[in-house]
Structures are given as C-alpha cells and as structure tokens.
C-alpha cells in the first residue's frame, strides 16, 4: 500500500523525508557509475555515508515514535490506570524512595500528572538523544520503561523474515555503522546493494513498529492515535 507521505504519522513522514538524503546518495552512485552489475571503484565512501545517515535516520525515527506514544497515552488519559503496572512503578519510584514522606501528596488531585510527566521526561534523558546505538536490545529497554510495551522488537516479521532475523540485521547495520563511524574501514566492502537492502529493512520494521506501537496506545486508552495499517511496498 502506498500512502502519500502527508497521510503518513508524523514519526514515519520524518523517516520518509530524512531518508531522502540516503536515497540521494545512491542517485549520485548511479550518476556516476551506472546502473550494471559488478564492483564500482571510488564510490565505496558514498555507500558508507549512505549507510551512517541510515542508520541516524532509524535512529530519530525510534526517538520520535517514542515520544509521541508517550505523549498520545498521557494526552487521553482520565486516570493513571491507562498505563501499564510496570509504568506507574517506575513513574512512583522516586516518590517511594524519597526522604521526604510529604512527596506521597504529589499524587493528590491531578498529581499523578506531574508525576508521570517527570518519568517521561527521566526515560527520555535516559535514552533519547543517546540513543546512539539503536540496537534491538536499547529500543526494548526504552519502550519498555517508557509505555510499558515489552518486547517491542517481537513484531519485526514478515514474510521470509522471523523476528529473531530481522533483530540480527539491525545489529548487522548498527555495528557497520559503528566501524564505519569509528574505524573507517569495514571487514567487507560496503556496496550499493547493502544500502538498498537495509534501507528497504528499515522501512519495513518502521512501518511494523508504528503499528504495533499505534495498536498497543489504542487498546489503552481507546482512542486510534495514527493509522495502524501502513504496509511496505517494496516496489
């Protein structure tokens, strides 16, 4: 299904625009090489910015689907109830374990607002910003603490692809972008197809993850925050 980026959720029409960069890099390889088959010389470093700006554009669009999940909870929410168990734990721990024993009135009224508010706003320095290496594992842990949703990475499957697959692909290119950022050589050369396939990667596993998150917020709070049916094309 193809859905003009304007109809997109905001964090997918960021991803959209900001993979633009990428996209624009491969124009330039073909410009300069062609478009035939075989190893091109002198063009390995347009690959491995491709790859860099691929990997911050997945990056930013973690960091932005967690916020506004965040963000569309705490908006419909009448009572603190529509956040998992797991959420309000962390959300109270400051209050529990501070000296202070006046701190429980916080929670008087609409306290319970603030309260949450400060955890979104703890989680967020925790890991966005910082998320420089968005593996499986750190975007788990950050939705996890965030909105209560465990797992998150589970729902990274599609046809010819298990979740556990796809979760080893990230890692794959995180990692080459980590020796690319850090090393500049890479154990293998970095081609044109690599680019593609990851960036058809991403946009596959940003499209899942958005409606995972999207139908997750909806069965809390009963509101459809952003349209839960987008689906890749890889065509």
Known sequence: MIIPPSKLPVHLR??????????RLTEIHEHLTGRTR????GVEVLNKSAIVLLVA??????????????DAIYKSAKVPDVFPIRVLVIAGSELRESQDATQIWKLAGNGWRQVLAAHRQRVLDKYVGKLNTPKPQQINDLFLELIGIKNITKCWMYPGV????????????VTLRGDIAHKVQTATPVKKADVEQFTRLIAR????????VGLFIENQVKVKPWRTDIKYDPN
């Open 14 to 23: 960021m991803l959209v625009e900001n993979s633009g960069a990428v996209s």
């Open 38 to 41: 075989g190893r091109k010389h």
């Open 57 to 70: 554009c997945w990056e930013s669009f973690i960091e932005q689907l967690a916020v506004n999940a965040f």
């Open 162 to 173: 298990s979740h556990s697959k796809a979760e080893n692909r990230v890692t794959a290119l």
């Open 205 to 212: 596993l940003a499209g899942l993850t958005s409606n995972y």
